[in-house]
Nanobody, 126 residues
């Protein structure tokens, strides 16, 4: 089992930055691909970013490329999402997820991830 706890959400204005963090426990963190997803009101949950278990590979949704950066800290067992130049359309609940499969490549599919956090709200006002 893996427990994931997100933090760092809040209310910001368009153009601002925010850093989300996800703390993982319960399983060897270094064996997990980690991802961030988000779900806006009335919409399906969608992929945002992912980082491989060895941190050598990252993947981003087109909508956040060049604005968001995913990183991980093996000493702290955390994965962060640095979000810059935020837009109102970034408003959503952001979820951290973990994939234990160590499959080749990073998946953008929700079904590929085995563990999920409870989410943290990000609201961007215009």
């Amino acid at each position: 089992q893996v427990q994931l706890v997100e933090s760092g959400g809040g209310l910001v204005q368009a153009g601002d930055s925010l850093r989300l963090s996800c703390a993982a426990s319960g399983r060897t963190f270094s064996n997990l691909d980690m991802g961030w997803f988000r779900q806006a009101p009335g919409k399906e949950r969608e992929f945002v970013a992912a980082i491989s278990w060895g941190a050598g590979d990252t993947n981003y949704a087109d909508s956040v490329k060049a604005r968001f950066t995913i990183s991980r800290d093996y000493a702290k067992n955390t994965v962060d999402l640095q979000m810059n130049s935020l837009k109102p359309e970034d408003t959503a609940v952001y979820y951290c997820a973990a994939d234990r499969s160590r499959r080749p490549g990073l998946s953008q599919r929700m079904g590929a991830y085995d563990y999920w956090g409870q989410g943290t709200q990000v609201t961007v006002s215009s």
